[in-house]
């Protein structure tokens, strides 16, 4: 069986990851806690293939990435790419972003979820890649208890459900990264890895 490792230090995206990795019959393996690799990319896509292309060259195997945030459009795509460093915890990164939306005084509170997905090989080449968009809403107050990171405060309107009250297989079928997992299975399913 294949062995692929999953190159995030994550606990709520490593969940999710593995969930839409499970149908391949993959061996997957967590990445070692001590295998940092540095985010110098200025795009999401470019983070994912910097994480694992590290991750697979690190460990002469082949490595899955994902590199994913959160675009508030009043606040010129802030956090983005700095989504995990915003803060640090989960709580006052949520704060953090409401008093920003809050200061900033207008009433557009539209906002996108963005995932990139990075396969590479044991030599550390990218062999797929894609990037998954979510629209939605910043709520004024969290809602919800499902998920992780921003969920409770991202809202979609076509559901009218914030992420966190939205059950594991409707965040799934909705979000980013679910978007970009469905575009990458079909590739993914026919790559031949041993
Ligand atoms: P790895 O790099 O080890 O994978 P990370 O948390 O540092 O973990 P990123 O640099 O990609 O990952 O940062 C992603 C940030 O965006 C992080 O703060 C997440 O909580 C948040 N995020 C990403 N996807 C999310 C989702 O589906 N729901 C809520 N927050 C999410």
């Given at each position: 069986m294949p062995t692929v490792i999953v190159a995030t230090g994550?606990?709520?995206?490593?969940?999710?990851?593995?969930?839409?990795?499970?149908?391949?019959?993959?061996?997957?393996?967590?990445?070692?806690?001590?295998l940092d690799i540095e985010e110098t990319g200025t795009t999401f896509l470019a983070n994912a293939r910097l994480k694992a292309a590290g991750v697979a060259q690190a460990l002469g195997q082949w490595a899955i990435a994902d590199d994913s945030g959160l675009e508030v459009h009043t606040l010129g795509g802030a956090p983005g790419i700095y989504s995990a460093r915003y803060a640090d915890s989960d709580q006052a990164r949520i704060d953090r972003l409401l008093q920003e939306l809050a200061d900033s005084g207008g009433c557009d509170r539209s906002a996108q979820f963005v995932c990139a997905l990075a396969l590479a090989n044991p030599n550390g080449e990218i062999m797929l890649e894609t990037e998954g968009i979510c629209p939605g809403e910043i709520l004024t107050a969290p809602r919800g208890s499902g998920g992780f990171g921003y969920d409770?405060?991202?809202?979609?309107?076509?559901?009218?459900?914030?992420?966190?009250?939205?059950?594991?297989?409707?965040k799934d079928a909705n979000s980013h990264r679910g978007i970009a997992f469905s575009q990458l299975l079909p590739a993914l399913a026919k790559l031949s890895i041993d």
């Open positions: 994550n606990p709520g995206k490593l969940k999710e990851m593995q969930g839409y990795l499970d149908p391949l019959g993959w061996q997957l393996q967590l990445k070692p806690g001590d409770p405060i991202f809202y979609v309107p076509t559901l009218n459900r914030s992420f966190a009250e939205m059950s594991s297989a409707e």
